[in-house]
């Protein structure tokens, strides 16, 4: 199955930390950028054919793919001055580099690649730039078995913010965690039949029109994850992840853990 990564927007708010104009994607946790371990997840359950809807700074993007290094993440026999590699990463991927628009919205790049989704029932979409250890193949079974239009995978907010309850007086009545109320958020993680494309106009949005226009009409499945899910909206939390790769702590990392189960 074909994987849509949405990879050109401005990422306004990571720009402190982030070298010259690279993109979001292109953050770096443990040796790698966030948008290698995006790929890794999908490649791990056997999705190796990408789509990356390139815009701001795409020549990062393509420069790192270009002139990939498979020794920094793979082990390797120096023999002679040859390179002997015992793993590799990307050398079953198949990678387009599509440039969608610098200003473009999330629908409108995903529309400027539809030409390379020919004949795709189905496909996988993801803003590359979130991690999680979601089970992916019962999130395509459970689609493939709908008759829904999409599936978002949905997540507790992540947010440490507390919910106040006033009552009379500006009386308190009950504090709760955000993360503890009954509400889900977009997780950024997509299956989609090509109906979407009917709900998207031109330079509209992935969410607020597809989503949206499908869930009007009953036609939009969730997937509700309580496992392991993190966003990189700012450089504190790239930080924080960058960390935890460092002490050995990365969940989503699912291709540490051996071989998966794969879906066609």
């Known amino acids: 199955m074909k994987v849509v990564l949405f990879c050109g927007g401005y990422g306004t708010r990571m720009r402190t930390g982030t070298p010259g104009d690279a993109p979001k994607p292109m953050q770096l946790v443990g040796p790698r950028p966030l948008i290698w371990h995006v790929?890794?997840?999908?490649a791990h359950f056997g999705h190796t054919e990408f789509i990356l809807c390139l815009g701001y700074g795409a020549h990062h993007i393509k420069d790192f793919?270009?002139?990939?290094?498979?020794?920094t993440s793979n082990d390797f026999v120096l023999r002679g001055g040859r390179i002997e590699l015992l793993s590799a990463d990307i050398s079953e991927w198949s990678i387009s580099f599509v440039q969608t628009g610098i200003e473009?919205?999330?629908?409108?790049?995903?529309?400027?690649?539809?030409?390379?989704?020919d004949g795709e029932e189905m496909f996988l979409a993801n803003y590359a730039d979130v991690l999680t250890d979601a089970p992916l193949p019962e999130i395509i079974d459970r689609f493939a078995a709908s008759d829904a239009g999409a599936s978002m995978m949905v997540v507790?907010?992540?947010?440490?913010?507390?919910c106040v309850e006033l009552g009379e007086h500006g009386m308190v009545g009950g504090i709760t965690p955000v993360s503890e109320m009954?509400?889900?958020?977009?997780?950024?993680?997509?299956?989609?039949?090509?109906e979407v494309f009917d709900h998207i106009p031109p330079g509209?949005?992935?969410?607020?029109?597809?989503?949206?226009?499908?869930?009007?009409?009953?036609?939009?499945?969730?997937?509700?994850?309580?496992?392991?899910?993190?966003?990189?909206?700012?450089?504190?939390e790239r930080v924080a992840l960058d960390e935890a790769y460092?002490?050995?702590?990365r969940p989503w990392a699912l291709w540490e853990r051996g071989p998966a189960v794969r879906t066609a």
Not at 39 to 42: P, V
Not at 104 to 117: K, N, T, W
Not at 156 to 162: G, I, K, L, M, V
């Open 39 to 42: 790929m890794r997840y999908y």
């Open 65 to 71: 793919f270009l002139n990939y290094q498979e020794t």
């Open 104 to 117: 473009s919205p999330i629908g409108e790049r995903l529309r400027r690649v539809r030409d390379h989704l």
């Open 156 to 162: 507790p907010p992540s947010d440490t913010f507390h």
């Open 182 to 194: 009954p509400l889900w958020v977009n997780g950024g993680y997509f299956v989609l039949r090509q």
């Open 204 to 236: 509209g949005d992935l969410v607020a029109d597809g989503c949206a226009e499908l869930a009007k009409r009953g036609r939009m499945l969730a997937y509700p994850h309580r496992g392991y899910w993190r966003p990189t909206d700012t450089v504190k």
């Open 246 to 249: 460092s002490r050995g702590e």
